[in-house]
């Protein structure tokens, strides 16, 4: 991928984050901030996508090899099926975006089919083991620690399908936390939740996307090499912090909800959530190391099968 195809494969993505029509204030704020800040490193294509004024036929236009429309295809597909199936206004992106590459039929099928298999994983997980005579509280600070330094370490794997495979590790992290606490959960509950600390799935996904195309790191969905090493660049490791950090707010500000019977108002599970960020921030050079020696043994491929339940 040439340097040149960064910018309009990153204002496509966004594109495809905000075709479906349906996003909340909360995630509206938060493509902007994203656009806002690649802003400052690309062109102004990304400010155009975000204000709805860069045609989708522009950016393809702009996409210099084969290999660049590809992988325009497989991240845009990632951010459209992110939280879920997508809806009638990404599928009709998608096959916009399609037409619009000239991409054969048996060369999108299998992106369909991983990206499909992540949005639909299943809640519950394996049942957790903790240790013999470990009380709640401390098997949750160990679930959730484990969990973060995981969503953290798939950031710097080179397969862009690592990103994709955070969400469901998040999703399923809540619904154990809400089970523990006699809470059964449901995929919308989850979303909601997440929504409410300003959590927004498409949005981390476009994030950590972006950062892996402008850092110049990555592989395609299936391996194919894009440039870069793990953990490389200064951006994949700000990208694994963020996961850490995220992942160990969302996973406290969880259990301290369903620890007091859900009563938080939504303004208080925000700020809970972000009380619990700054506290992940002031613990993230203690497991810097940590992450990177986790992320040189992790294996995308069970990984992603774990989390489809396969």
């Known amino acids: 991928m040439q340097d040149e195809d960064r910018d309009p494969i990153v204002a496509i993505c966004l594109l495809a984050a905000l075709s479906d029509g349906d996003r909340s204030p909360e995630e509206q704020a938060q493509f902007q901030r994203i656009a806002a ?7 102004t294509l990304t400010t155009r996508a975000h204000q709805g004024s860069l045609p989708l036929s ?48 048996d ?4 992106v369909h089919r991983e990206v499909e298999s992540l949005a639909l994983a299943p809640l519950a997980g394996p049942p957790s083991d903790p240790a013999s005579g470990a009380s709640r509280d ?29 969400i469901p590790l998040q999703m399923r992290l809540v619904y154990r936390i809400a089970g523990d606490y006699g809470h059964t ?49 200064a951006g994949m490791a ?20 369903y620890a007091q019977g859900r009563q938080l108002s939504r303004e208080d599970l925000k700020a809970l959530f972000l009380r619990f960020r700054s506290e992940g921030e002031a613990l993230l050079p203690k ?8 992320a040189q043994h992790l294996d995308i491929k069970r990984i992603v099968e774990m989390v489809r339940g396969t």
């Open 37 to 43: 800040r690649l802003g400052s490193s690309t062109t």
């Open 58 to 105: 522009d950016a393809v236009a702009q996409l210099h090899s084969p290999d660049a429309r590809r992988t325009a295809y497989e991240m845009a597909a990632s951010v459209a099926y992110a939280d879920g199936l997508a809806n009638a206004g990404e599928q009709a992106f998608l096959t916009e975006l399609r037409r619009l590459l000239d991409l054969p039929n």
């Open 107 to 110: 060369g999108i099928d299998p």
């Open 138 to 166: 401390a098997a949750l600070d160990d679930l959730i620690r484990k969990q973060a330094l995981l969503t953290g370490a798939l950031e710097l794997l080179p397969q862009n399908l690592a990103s994709l495979a955070i």
């Open 185 to 233: 959960l449901d995929t919308p509950q989850i979303k909601d939740l997440l929504g409410a600390m300003g959590i927004g799935a498409a949005a981390q996904v476009l994030d950590g996307l972006a950062r892996r195309i402008l850092g110049g790191l990555g592989r395609g969905l299936f391996g194919r090499t894009l440039g870069g090493v793990v953990g490389g660049t």
């Open 238 to 257: 700000t990208g694994a912090g963020v996961s850490f950090v995220t992942t160990y707010a969302l996973g406290h500000a969880a259990r301290q909800y």
């Open 287 to 294: 497991f810097q190391e940590e992450l990177h020696l986790q």
